[in-house]
């Protein structure tokens, strides 16, 4: 059974976050509202195209590709939708799904192209009206994998028309009224002001609804308090972890509330030692850490909690705890994710900062057809080499195709990041 999801949905004009389709007033950095929203429970983040210009198209592409790189969660769009193309652009910003206007006569036509091409189950289609359903029951069927229902008032009639999942924008719901629509069979989530207010606690409504029978993607835990061992103190270390990085941030303690609450809640919660009493961690700092994941070590006496920092860990304004150096031996890195991202900053640095004698400035002075070239010759070389069947000779011009891939990145500002993540959707 799939669970029911949360959509946040942001509006974007002229590369900036707006109130709605009709209210243009500017509500913040999309940078911070996006990361705002994959931390805070938000399952899904609807970003809506205003433009009317391919400039500020392109510049809001420029937008909804940045909010890719933000969040894990994922990231739908649409809006100016003309061509075929348009929906390819949206997909290499990293969307994983595109959204249509029914109210477009191109709508279909689009539809069944990048249905073809990208699969149907990334196409998804907005609708405001009930005859739009009359209508098209077949071409919905074949073309698009989910419908994003404008008007709620029609929901009765997409329930007896068309078995395609939907999700559905709320104008001001009660919680009632949330637990009445959310029960229906094929509604997949919720959107609208609600839940993209930054204000509401959208894991405590999660928590609420999975008490009334809403099957929410929310912390339900496989481990209770009762099945871990507790120290003298009758508490458990935490281990807290940036998931991202797996930088060590800090060691805390919890007693069964601050587990609790921690699930409850989705945000750290600690019991202090010397206070004797429970503590958000960033209640009063703003330094919060969300939760990702929590796991309990072989004795099941210690808690590694995998968490996304925001600001700093530890009380001195350090970004971690641990920064007091004992001992240290040198030793050569060798985790392939920390050397391509070393490499990708290095070189990052290095077309800001440009070096007298730099290979890497060299190329890049050239242009990007230089880079290119390169590539090109590396990877010739890079066959050559495989042809011979001399693994030394590989290894190294496997290397020197990469520096030179690192190069062509940069310069065209793909990060690293984005080529895991278009890996592992395929």
Same mark, same amino acid.
């Given at each position: 059974? #799939? ?33 705002? %929203? ?15 210009? @391919? ?30 193309? @348009?929906?390819?652009? &949206? ?8 959204? &249509? ?27 405001? $009206? ?29 329930? &007896? ?70 120290? +003298? ?26 587990? $609790? *609450? ?6 750290? *919660? ?45 009380? *001195? ?13 040198? %030793? ?11 490499? %990708? ?12 004698? +730099?290979?890497? $400035? ?15 010759? #590396? ?23 990469? %520096? ?17 993540? #278009?890996?592992?959707?395929?």
């Amino acid at each position: 059974m #799939e669970y029911k999801i949360f959509a946040a949905s942001m509006c974007l004009l002229n590369g900036e976050v707006v109130q709605g389709l009709h209210d243009h007033t500017k509500v913040g950095d999309y940078h911070e509202i996006a990361k705002m %929203y994959n931390d805070s429970g938000i399952d899904k983040i609807i970003v809506l195209d205003l433009s009317e210009s @391919d400039e500020e198209h392109e510049k809001n592409v420029r937008v909804i590709r940045e909010i890719c790189r933000t969040v894990d969660i994922p990231v739908c769009a649409g809006g100016n939708i003309e061509r075929l193309e @348009d929906v390819q652009n &949206l997909f290499f910003a990293g969307c994983k799904q595109v959204i &249509l206007n029914a109210d477009k006569d191109s709508a279909f036509d689009i539809a069944e192209d990048a249905a073809g091409r990208f699969g149907k189950e990334k196409i998804d289609v907005s609708i405001v $009206n009930v005859d739009f359903l009359f209508k098209h029951q077949d071409e919905l069927r074949d073309n698009f994998h989910e419908i994003l229902v404008l008007n709620p008032d029609i929901l009765d009639a997409i329930d &007896l028309i068309t078995d395609l999942q939907y999700v559905v924008t709320l104008r001001d719901p009660s919680f009632e009224e949330i637990v009445d629509v959310l029960s229906r069979e094929n509604i997949r989530g919720i959107t609208g002001h609600l839940v993209s207010d930054p204000n509401q606690d959208i894991m405590a409504m999660k928590a609420a609804l999975t008490k009334r029978g809403i099957y929410m993607d929310n912390f339900a835990p496989k481990l209770s308090w009762d099945d871990l061992k507790k120290n +003298s103190d009758g508490l458990v270390p935490v281990v807290a972890q940036d998931y991202r990085t797996n930088e060590v941030l800090m060691v805390a303690y919890m007693n069964e509330e601050a587990y $609790n *609450t921690t699930l409850t809640i989705g945000r750290m *919660t600690y019991y202090s030692r010397s206070r004797k009493q429970l503590w958000t961690k960033g209640e009063t700092s703003g330094h919060l850490q969300y939760v990702k994941s929590l796991t309990a070590d072989c004795d099941y006496d210690t808690i590694l909690a995998k968490v996304s920092q925001v600001g700093v860990a530890c009380h *001195t304004g350090a970004r971690s705890c641990f920064f007091n150096e004992i001992v240290k031996k040198e %030793y050569v890195e060798k985790s392939p994710l920390k050397i391509f991202e070393t490499l %990708y900053e290095t070189v990052q640095k290095r077309k800001a900062q440009p070096q007298e004698r +730099s290979y890497t $400035n060299y190329l890049m002075d050239r242009g990007l057809d230089e880079v290119l070239k390169k590539v090109g010759e #590396e990877a010739v070389e890079l066959i050559i080499s495989a042809k011979n069947q001399d693994e030394s000779h590989i290894r190294h011009e496997i290397s020197d195709f990469l %520096y030179h891939l690192v190069v062509l990145m940069v310069e065209k500002n793909v990060t690293w990041e984005e080529v895991t993540r #278009e890996l592992a959707q395929r």
